[in-house]
């Protein structure tokens, strides 16, 4: 190997624009951890609240110790389907994002034509049942809305 001697410092102008850039260039980390928004913190937390109220309107239901075996099963089952998707959705996962939207979708279509009978039933769980529906939907509108659902897209 030959010595050579070491180059001349370039000026802006002798510069070749076509050069690659003289700065370290590297990857940034992957998976690198972002961090959740207190928007989907508190969305999380109404789902919580909001999955709580349900369980307590099950129990106050005067018509739940009176069904059938497999529709309290099927009950407690959706129970806790949306317990998984609440851990689901806190963990980041867009596709638990819209099928939690869309289980709240569902519930409503069929919470609403039946509520007349609720409120027959038992006033204390026909109110319960909307105060869960509306702290639901603020939830969703939380994870839903910038910045909550920048967060959920960041690995799209």
């Given amino acids: 190997m030959t010595d050579r001697p070491a180059a001349a410092p370039v000026s802006d102008v002798e510069r070749n624009p ?3 850039p003289r700065t370290g260039v590297r990857d940034v980390a992957s998976g690198a ?3 959740k928004p207190a928007q989907v913190g508190y969305a999380v937390a109404l789902m919580w609240i909001s999955l ?3 369980v307590i309107d099950t129990l106050l239901d005067p018509a739940f110790p009176q069904a059938v075996p497999v529709a309290q099963t099927i009950i407690v ?3 806790a389907l949306q317990a998984v998707f609440i851990v689901l959705v806190s963990a980041g996962h867009n596709w638990a994002r819209i099928v939690a939207l ?3 979708g569902v519930a409503i279509l069929l919470t609403v034509p039946d509520f007349g009978q609720e409120y027959a ?3 204390l769980v026909a ?3 909307l105060v869960s529906m509306a702290v639901e939907a603020v939830a969703m509108v939380l994870i839903f809305t910038r910045p909550g659902s920048a967060w959920f897209r960041r690995r799209a």
Wanted: net charge neutral.
């Fill in 18 to 20: 076509y050069a690659p």
């Fill in 33 to 35: 951890a972002v961090q």
């Fill in 52 to 54: 709580l109220l349900d």
């Fill in 121 to 123: 039933r038992s006033r």
């Fill in 127 to 129: 109110v319960l049942d």
């Fill in 102 to 104: 869309l289980m709240f």
């Fill in 77 to 79: 089952a959706m129970l």
